[in-house]
């Protein structure tokens, strides 16, 4: 169980209260995808990755990103038990098909669609992606990174240390369900 | 992952934009990592004061971001260029190599915090690569 300090709570809570998530998302999946280019190899069916400016004009990468944000909002509201609010997605993301992201609709109506037809399609069981642990690490970094690059002195060490270690509970809680 | 001429030249322009504020990034840097990495605190036990604004951490990140502005002066030869510090890291400091990716993070972390504008994704992957570099070079003696 993850101790958190009052002081810790209203630090997460105040970045996500006043973070712009059209302008963060995008850009932290954006670095991700040019700094660790071998982070594109699980958006292949996001298009045109080729360069910086393909990346940085890709529309599915630019909504993507604002995804990934809004789903931080769920560990933010539930701090104290962020292994189990993303136990679902975590199984979500351990079996990524090979289907379009758009499928990543986090209801459980959403997850009898998709597991039903992972059963129904063999050619989806050869082709099953899933995402690296380290992935979850590499754009956790670049989000601390853009987070760093906005909030200038009020990103203080103690702020640091609050965001990195709720990054890390999620990405830990995130990586539970691989086997 | 070796540095191309892409790399070189971006390393070098940004060190240009920031190397006037080397001290306050290396000061910044150091006292990030104590407070974000406690366990990196054992490296300074002789330390009277390990608080940011101390004379002792202000005066060690100094000298960091001496060598890093060594690193970029070498940066065509960095095993060579980094030899001696190599063996004083090696024999005389023996601080365990995985502490400088923490380091090279808080790194890049104050440089984006300090130069938004400068620290784009392209400079930060050359940035990123070039510490990577260096840590391999300071590492080249210990064993």
Not at chain 1, 112 to 136: E, N, Y
Not at chain 1, 141 to 147: K, S, W
Not at chain 1, 149 to 155: I, M, Q, R, V, Y
Not at chain 2, 33 to 53: E, I
Request: net charge positive.
């Amino acid at each position: 169980m993850v101790e958190w300090t009052e002081q810790e709570r209203s630090i997460i809570t105040g970045i996500f209260a006043n973070l712009s998530y059209e302008e963060i998302g995008p850009k932290a999946l954006v670095r991700c995808l040019i700094v660790y280019p071998w982070t594109q190899r699980y958006f292949s069916s996001f298009g045109n990755l080729y360069n910086a400016e393909a990346i940085r004009g890709n529309p599915n990468v630019a909504a993507h990103g604002i995804k990934v944000l809004h789903g931080l909002d769920r560990a933010v509201k539930n701090m104290d038990n962020i292994k189990a609010t993303y136990a679902e997605l975590s199984v979500l993301h351990s079996e990524k098909l090979h289907v379009d992201p758009d499928n990543f609709r986090v209801s459980s109506a959403g997850l009898q669609q998709m597991h039903s037809a992972h059963l129904k399609a063999d050619r989806l069981v050869s082709r099953r992606l899933t995402f690296p642990l380290f992935l979850h690490q590499l754009l956790a970094d670049c989000l601390t990174i853009e987070i760093a690059a906005k909030l200038g002195t009020a990103f203080t060490a103690d702020t640091q240390a609050a965001f990195q270690k709720f990054l890390a509970v999620v990405v830990s809680a995130l990586g539970r369900q691989y086997h | 992952m070796s540095l191309t001429d892409k790399d070189k030249a971006a390393v070098k322009a940004l060190w240009s934009r920031i190397s006037k504020s080397a001290d306050a990034i290396g000061a910044d840097a150091l006292s990030r990592m104590l407070v974000v990495y406690p366990q990196t605190k054992t490296y300074f036990s002789h330390w009277a004061d390990l608080s940011s604004g101390s004379a002792q951490v202000k005066g060690h990140g100094k000298t960091i971001m001496g060598g890093v502005a060594l690193a970029v002066a070498k940066i065509d030869d960095l095993t060579n260029g980094l030899l001696d510090l190599s063996e004083k890291h090696a024999f005389q400091i023996k601080v365990d190599p995985a502490n400088f990716k923490i380091l090279a993070h808080c790194l890049l972390l104050v440089i984006a915090n300090l130069f938004p504008a400068d620290f784009t994704p392209e400079a930060h992957v050359s940035m990123d690569k070039f510490l990577g570099n260096v840590a391999l070079g300071i590492s080249e003696r210990y064993r």
